[in-house]
């Protein structure tokens, strides 16, 4: 006999330990900043977020445009059916090499791009300009 069996640790005993434990923790205190400290940073802060401006936008296209990559990715992927679809159904009008072309661009081809744009993400995030 193991001591697991002496225990009395069942799920109720497991979530009542969890409740317990985030009542006991507790969150920062948010302090306060004087006005006279927020007056004077205030005008600082602007002049960083206008040096800060171009980066950003760049950023922000970057990531519009890796995200956009992704999602056509993704729609690639609907190639599989339709390349099945045309093998099968198909096949007795001789749309069967198209359909494997289909089912390859859809099944290898897609995933892979996408897998690459996600993997890129974060590249395309500092805005850099990459074509794939």
Known sequence: M??????????????????????????????????????????????????????????????GKG?????KASLELLYLPYGIGEVTIGLPFRKGKRGLVHIIRGGVIAPTKMVLNLLLLPVYMTGAKINI
């Open 2 to 63: 193991s001591i697991v069996n002496f225990l009395p640790f069942n799920k109720v005993v497991l979530v009542i330990l969890a409740v317990s434990c985030m009542m006991v923790a507790v969150p920062p205190k948010a302090r306060a900043i004087d006005p006279i400290t927020l007056a004077i940073l205030a005008p600082v802060a602007i002049r960083v977020a206008e040096a800060a401006k171009p980066y950003v936008l760049r950023s922000l296209v970057g990531t």
């Open 67 to 71: 995200l956009f990559n992704v999602g």
